[in-house]
């Protein structure tokens, strides 16, 4: 392949050289079963609980709170569906409510879809212009919903990057004692995260946006939560979550943590540097175009745009013939372009969010690569705007 510039890593990230290997001992060396009781099994088995321990240290957690699950996707299905349950076993005869946001990622939204079918309760909390949570309006509705089991706010967002109050939601469920979980699949490994200080009962994550593998996750449950199990099955995971653990993917896993939460200071201020320099020229030097997103809430390597008059998924494509790979805001449904929901949820009228485009960096990026690609921006848009 020719040289690309690889701009989409909140939709995944190159597992690190030092992450792959640490995994490869476990796929040919030692694979054994963790489940096994000889000794080749125990080095599987200390290789899990050397991870666990690993991410628990990284979130102030206790290595008996990380459940792992194969990605974020499963670990938010988990902590909402049996929230849920917990709730009805504890309260029979009451479904319950989901507190949650317009602009979560469709892991959550499409599980919320789901227990609402089944009688739960949804409420949607208001987001600003910006994607946050407004929390004034929050603390209202957690009055006003008193069948709500549970708080459902992402830790920042995956196509505006735009960081939620997570302090002050955790606080507040904690007064109002309603479980609190948190979608940090796009923070984790980029913020420092600390689950005692800010009151969250349930985080999910998922390796491959932190320089780890795919299909690899984890759920981190607070101790005093009697979370039911999501996975049935075998004994695994201490009968929280069935089924043969993904050993080379869990190491790996606890390698990326280790090796991001060390690199993070430096690695994000470089990042947003970069960021900031690539969003300067592309805001000064483009007509028609405007950021989305928190100025001052925003996770480093998150720029996303909106320009008028064109479809961002054209110049995704466009972009890509130049070898850049970027991600456009709007979902293709039955042949017609979607709006994306989050920037409906924001306010962005059809006219702009058909042109979004999301650029999330990465450690590899350089000053050079964000020169050529506002070059290219640059062209893309005039050639798509009939100026050239
Ligand atoms: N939640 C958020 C905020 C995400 O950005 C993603 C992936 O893009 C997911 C959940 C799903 O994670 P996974 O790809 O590990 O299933």
Redesign the pocket.
């Known amino acids: 392949m020719e040289k690309m510039i690889y701009l989409d890593h909140?939709?995944?990230t190159r597992t690190l050289p030092e992450v792959t290997e640490v995994m490869e001992p476990y796929q040919d060396i030692y694979y054994g079963n963790p489940s096994t009781i000889y000794e080749f099994g125990e080095k599987s088995r200390e290789a899990i609980e050397w991870a666990r321990e690993m991410i628990a240290g990284t979130i102030r957690a206790r290595p008996e709170e990380i459940f792992f699950t194969?990605?974020?996707?499963?670990?938010?299905n988990w902590a909402l569906k049996e929230a849920v349950h917990l709730h009805e076993s504890m309260h029979p005869g009451s479904r319950g409510k989901i507190l949650t946001t317009p602009v979560?990622?469709?892991?959550?939204l499409n599980s919320c879809e789901e227990l609402k079918q089944m009688g739960c309760g949804v409420f949607f909390l208001n987001v600003d212009e910006t994607g946050r949570v407004f929390l004034a309006a929050a603390e209202e509705a957690v009055l006003e919903n008193e069948d709500a089991c549970l708080i459902s706010v992402?830790?920042?967002?995956?196509e505006i990057g735009t960081i939620q109050p997570i302090d002050e939601l955790g606080k507040m469920a904690k007064r109002r004692k309603i479980l609190f979980h948190t979608?940090?699949?796009?923070a984790y490994g980029h913020l420092p995260i600390n689950v005692q200080r800010d009151n969250i009962d349930m985080l999910?994550a998922?390796?491959?946006?932190f320089g780890g593998p795919?299909?690899?996750?984890f759920l981190y449950i607070r101790k005093e939560i009697n979370l039911p199990a999501f996975v049935h099955g075998g004994a695994q995971e201490s009968n929280r979550r069935a089924g043969t653990e993904n050993v080379p993917g869990i190491v790996g896993m606890g390698k990326a943590a280790e090796l991001a939460y060390k690199r993070m200071g430096m690695e994000s201020r470089r990042i947003r540097h970069l960021r900031d320099y690539l969003a300067y020229r592309i805001l000064r030097e483009i007509p028609d175009v405007k950021m989305t997103g928190n100025r001052k809430y925003r996770l480093s390597n998150n720029a996303s745009f909106c320009f008028r008059g064109i479809t961002g998924e054209a110049a995704a494509i466009l972009l890509d013939t130049q070898g850049i790979c970027v991600s456009s805001g709007s979902a293709c449904s039955t042949g017609s372009l979607e709006d994306s929901h989050v920037l409906a949820a924001i306010g962005i009228e059809s006219e702009w969010a058909q042109g979004a485009l999301r650029i999330t960096l990465g450690a590899e990026n350089t000053k050079e690569e964000m020169d050529y690609v506002v070059e290219k921006v640059k062209m893309v848009v005039a050639d798509m705007r009939g100026m050239r």
């Open positions: 909140a939709a995944t194969s990605g974020g996707t499963e670990s938010d979560e990622h469709h892991a959550i992402m830790y920042a967002n995956n979608d940090a699949v796009q999910s998922s390796a491959h946006k795919k299909g690899v996750g």
